[in-house]
């Protein structure tokens, strides 16, 4: 049992609710944690602020060096084995199939608890899965960019363009020169900028 879990049946069992919740989950958890933040949400009353954090759950629908959709096949299984279609945001299954609607990257601007994403801009996983697995570079010519970031020019090229259609859009802000602690708990406290 988590202490999500404690919180929420205090609330509902004993009403002794409280007055701030944080689910902060990493990797397959931080892509639930995105998910399901607004459902998490809804379990509190109004009065409980509930914030919700994913630290390396932002997987890339990203196209693959060889122009064909990365982990769309892994998801379309995981979406279809769990029977996920009726679980996810009706405002991202009216316009876009099931599996889109797993992608964090298609439900964010959907959710309305606030939301701290935490992901690298360059990550070893993401480059090898999402970007250039080995079945899309059967020569191996990005395997020195993905399991060491010794990239060439041309692949930080197109890493740098994927990470600012992906990390930049409208509404996001890069972050600042402070430590991944101090910016969650500027945000979580809500601490104004000095």
Request: glycine content about 6%; hydrophobic content about 35%.
């Amino acid at each position: 049992i988590t202490s999500a879990g404690i919180d929420v049946w205090l609330c509902k069992t004993l009403f002794l609710c409280p007055l701030k919740a944080l689910p902060n989950e990493c990797s397959s958890g931080g892509l639930s944690a995105i998910l399901r933040c607004d459902d998490f949400s809804s379990l509190f009353p109004p009065t409980t602020k509930v914030k919700c954090m994913s630290d390396a759950g932002f997987f890339l629908d990203a196209v693959y060096i060889s122009g064909a959709r990365s982990l769309r096949r892994m998801y379309f299984g995981v979406v279809n084995t769990q029977g996920l279609q009726n679980t996810l945001p009706r405002t991202c299954t009216s316009h876009l199939d099931a599996t889109s609607c797993f992608f964090p990257q298609n439900i964010i601007n959907q959710v309305k608890s606030p939301l701290f994403i935490l992901n690298s801009a360059f990550d070893s996983w993401q480059i090898e899965s999402s970007i250039a697995p080995p079945s899309a570079d059967p020569s191996g010519s990005w395997h020195n960019c993905s399991s060491s970031f010794k990239c060439n020019a041309s692949q930080m090229q197109f890493l740098e363009a994927e990470r600012k259609d992906t990390w930049f859009p409208g509404n996001s802000q890069p972050g600042e020169d402070k430590g991944i602690a101090v910016a969650v708990g500027d945000w979580y406290f809500e601490r104004a900028k000095k």
